[in-house]
């Protein structure tokens, strides 16, 4: 009976695989329910607790005004993420993370500096 051989491409993914299982993933990415998302440059964001959120620029949900995170205040306790969002006129929109989204291309873009 002829052996099966291990093909370049097998044995690539097989070592990668046991690379991964040796370094211990992230025991947040394995769990239930979390999500990291890395956005763009390699930032680590994450929704569940609200890291990573400060200086993105971001979008009311409801008024569609785009801004800037000026300030993030971490889940705690079951408590929701809240961020205060700056806004190019220089006035602030506060509330949970769920009010805002992100911006889009088009509207990074035509995001006006924020003053002071």
């Known amino acids: 009976m002829p052996v099966a051989q291990s093909t370049p491409r097998s044995s690539a993914l097989s070592a990668s695989l046991r690379l991964l299982e040796s370094q211990k993933v992230n025991s947040c990415l394995a769990g239930a329910g979390c999500f990291q998302y890395i956005g ?3 930032k680590n964001i994450n929704p569940a607790t609200g890291e990573g959120f400060l200086g993105e620029t971001m979008v009311h949900k409801i008024s569609r005004t785009p801004g800037v995170v ?3 205040t971490l889940a705690q306790a079951g408590w929701p993420p809240m961020i205060t969002l700056k806004l190019a006129d220089g006035t ?3 509330g949970q993370l769920s009010d ?3 911006a889009t291309a088009k509207e990074r873009a035509a995001m006006v500096p924020v003053k002071g």
Do not use: I
């Open 40 to 42: 763009g440059m390699g």
């Open 70 to 72: 000026a300030e993030v």
């Open 100 to 102: 805002f989204r992100d």
């Open 92 to 94: 602030t929109k506060r």
